[in-house]
Each structure stands twice: as C-alpha cells, then as structure tokens.
C-alpha cells in the first residue's frame, strides 16, 4: 500500500530564506507526482507536476525535484515572502490503480 | 465562473438533517471526484466518475451517497451523519482518456460541520 509522508509537518522561517519541504513515498511504482498549496480552509492549487520519467520542474521561485528510486520529492523554494505561508501538500499517482495519494502536508509560515 | 465551483461553501448541520453538496467544473472535463479532508488526516478519495458512471467507491458509508447527472456537474448527499462525518468536502475534476491519470483540478471545498 503507498503512503506518502511530509516532513516537517510544520515550519516557520523568516522572510527571505531558501527552504526546503520534503515528500517520500513507499511505492516507487508511480505515474507522476504533484505539489500543491492550500490556504487554511480552501481548496488546493497545483504548483508543480513531475512526471515519473522527469528529475525536477521549475515554476517561478519553486522547484521540486524527483528521485523515483529513492522514493523521494523535495520542493524547494527560493527567497520566501509572507505570502507564500500555507500548507503545501505532495501527492502520488500509482501507477497501477490510478488512484492520487496524498502526504499529510507541511504548513508553512513565512514571517514579515 | 471558471475552474471548480463548490456550494455552499460552509454548511452547519444536525445528524437528522438531510443536505446536498454541490459541484461544478467549467473545465470541459468528463471525470470528477469527491475528497474528505479531516483535521490533521491526508485527504481521502470517496468517490470516482468518469463518464457519468460510478468507477470507485472507496468503503464509504452509505449515508454519503453521490450522483453525477451530467459531466459537469458532481452532488454528494448527506443523511443522518455523525460528528466525525465534520470535515472540508474538496471536489476535483480532470479529463479521463487513454491515460486516465491526468492532472485533477480542485475546488475550493464545502467546510461541513454535524453538530
């Protein structure tokens, strides 16, 4: 059974900082990997898609990268701004039911 | 409206009540899907359409119970729940294909509280 996990589920940073959220999954047998953000009690916006056969995706001020082997994604994003405090979620595709699986998420919080 | 639309937005209710959730997505999609997102739990999958037709039910208890009328739009109607059943409903839409696994677009969810 794939699980996803998040890690920290919590961070908090001063303005300005490089940082880094961390995915890992149990099942190397995916189909594509997604980042997403959610602000407190909305719904979820897609970041960044890695397909399965891809090593990272840049957007802007983020990149996630992906090594399938080591069943692990990080999401790195440069020079943080307030606005970007919520909770990033990383979620799966198996590859063999279809089925996208969520981790638990990090929320994030970017200080003034 | 564009994207994901899901009404009404917060809903209050009593564990005798009977009450609908409603989605629509203007995406031109033929696939959509009800999540259950609890408080310090990963979103769950409930339910799966593609093409109109029920494809996944994930163990859910039958006092969820959806109905896809058309492609575009997704209802989840709820009857005698529980307190636990309290959560954010997310709705998401894609396009279903060759390749079923294409990206879900979401909607900005129902916060549902059983009292």
């Known amino acids: 059974k794939q699980e996803v996990t998040q890690i920290p589920a919590a961070l908090s940073v001063p303005e300005g900082e490089n940082l880094v959220l961390n995915c890992s999954f149990t099942?190397?047998?995916?189909?594509?990997l997604q980042w997403f953000r959610q602000d407190p009690g909305k719904g979820l916006t897609s970041l960044l898609l890695?397909?399965?056969?891809?090593r990272e995706q840049t957007s802007g001020r983020l990149n996630a990268s992906l090594d399938k082997s080591s069943g692990r994604s990080t999401l790195y994003i440069a020079a943080s701004q307030p606005g970007d405090s919520a909770t990033y979620l990383c979620?799966?595709?198996?590859?063999?039911?279809?089925?996208?699986?969520f981790g638990q998420g990090t929320t994030l919080q970017v200080k003034p | 409206e564009t994207g994901v639309t899901q009404t009404p937005r917060h809903l209050v209710m009593g564990m005798t009540n009977k009450k609908s959730l409603k989605c629509e997505q203007h995406?031109?999609?033929?696939?959509m899907y009800w999540y259950k997102q609890s408080a310090k739990k990963p979103l769950e999958l409930m339910f799966v359409?593609?093409?109109?037709?029920?494809?996944e039910n994930n163990s859910v208890p039958s006092r969820f119970s959806p109905e896809c009328p058309n492609s575009s739009h997704l209802f989840l109607h709820l009857h005698t729940l529980q307190p636990e059943d309290s959560a954010l409903y997310l709705c998401?839409?894609?396009?279903?294909?060759?390749?079923?696994?294409?990206?879900?677009?979401f909607g900005p969810g129902t916060r549902l509280t059983v009292l």
């Open positions: 979620a799966v595709r198996s590859s063999n039911t279809g089925k996208l699986i």
């Open positions: 099942d190397s047998a995916i189909y594509n």
């Open positions: 359409y593609s093409l109109e037709e029920r494809v």
């Open positions: 998401a839409s894609s396009q279903a294909g060759s390749s079923s696994y294409n990206e879900q677009f």
């Open positions: 890695i397909q399965s056969s891809q």
């Open positions: 995406l031109g999609h033929n696939a």
